[in-house]
């Protein structure tokens, strides 16, 4: 694979630009098809460049996303504040970018919010530009969703109320402003959403923040050579989405994190905007699945590697007891654009085939155990599902398709469209939704406002690491995913949207809406 050209920050290689002038964007995706020489023929634009620190002494320490607990009201209601500003930040040590974050200059809080409560959050608009904020993976009525149609003008105050419904998980949150998404996430719009669930409060799992229980936010990004962030889109760009060469790690590149020698659990983000990341951990180190998207796994899987499309979600835990103490490990990911994705990531088979990987971060097992330490990973865990649709459940066909001579992405051969809603369902139905992708790339589907699992891939059976609860999950180039839904509970003439949640394809209008009716 050709490595990131010093000399060309972007690291499109000229021959891959002249291939795209040629309108000959369709040999891209058949070629990597054809047999995994996409290196060679430079079908993959951006690799991610490792960076040179080879010491943990030399790296800057990972900065922790801020618990946010808000505040309990006198009506027992829970209330959060949300600030989304401009600002500046080392992304890469020693070079200042300008920034987009939330109550801070890059990214934003954990907020840690509970099942079962009415909880308020406040977002005051302070980016000079219009935004929105969507809670990703919750599920609320469309009038709160913060996604297209709740924007949020500058200077604008937006308050979203609901109660929380979902299962304990990983949520996450980002702008949603129609056609500015992809270029706000990649400025530093992100935060976490951590739901808890009041019931579950024994559960033995490592829970202190920042100490056994470490949310950690994967993004790659490009930089001009003034340090600017650089999202000026490629003609690439626009047909396997964006793709920088540095990985950055809860906004910095190359961290390295303190831990302790004990079971830790690592809620894993892939906030990149198109790219798809495969992590490992040191000298196959196994990381115990316990959840995905939408809450717990009925049991913990082991995982060698662990694939995440953007805006997918896992939580693992990891043993660091096991390694030697003051030893230290690192977490590798190997990444692949849009484009490139496929041919077997989404199912976790190990590294995407030919691409090389890079340190994400590195993890200095430098701390005696903590008090507080769970003994052993929990062998079952509490989980929520849906039932299996029956055989007269609706069926609902999304066809995806675009991307072949043009950056057009479409959903049953339409592009969004604000003023258009595509279907109505019916209030709290069990429906089957199947998504059939009819391009050569990797299409990762999220669909607001409802709660999912995946019921097959290409007719057979999701593995143990897919099931449960889902609000996002990949559908591979020619396949067919098919998933039950439980449509929201509440009738309501807003409409709600599903979307490719790589974010140039969901810019360019790979995204429909419905309301319910
Ligand atoms: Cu994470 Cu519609 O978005
Ligand atoms: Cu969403
Ligand atoms: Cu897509």
Known sequence: MSKAIESQPVGVSLRRRAIIAAGAVIAMPLAACGGGSMMDDGSMDVDLRDDTSTSPNGRRS??????DDGVLDIAGRREFALRAQRGSAQLLDGVDSATFGYNGPLLGPALRVRKGEVTRIAVQNDLGETTSVHWHGLVVPAEVDGGPHQPIAPGARWIAEFMV????????????????TGRQVVAGLAGMLVVEDPALEGLALPSLWGVDDLALVLQDKRFTANGRIDYALTANDRVSGYAGDRLLVNGISGPVWDAPAQWVRLRLLNGCNARALSLRIGDALPMLQVANEGGFLAAPVVRMSITLWPGERAEVLVD????????????????ANGAMGGMGMGMGMGNPAGSAEVTAMVIRVSRARQAGAIAAPPERLPVES?????????VRTFNLDGGMMSSIFTINDRSFEMARVDFTVPARALEVWRFVNRTMMAHPMHVHGVQMSILSRDGAAPPAHERGLRDTFVVEPMQTVTMAVLTPAAASAVPLVLHCHNLEHEDAGMMAQFVVG
């Not at 990972?62 to 618990?67: A, D, E």
């Not at 419904?165 to 500015?180: D, E, I, K, L, R």
């Not at 007891?321 to 990444?335: K, L």
């Not at 849906?386 to 055989?391: D, H, L, Y």
């Open 62 to 67: 990972l900065p922790l996303l801020r618990l």
């Open 320 to 335: 660091f007891s096991r390694v030697a103490g003051g030893q230290d490990v690192r977490i590798y990911a190997a990444g």
């Open 165 to 180: 419904v979902n299962a304990a998980s990983t949520c996450w949150f980002h702008p949603h402003a129609h056609g500015s």
């Open 386 to 394: 849906i039932p299996t649709p029956g055989a007269a459940a609706t």
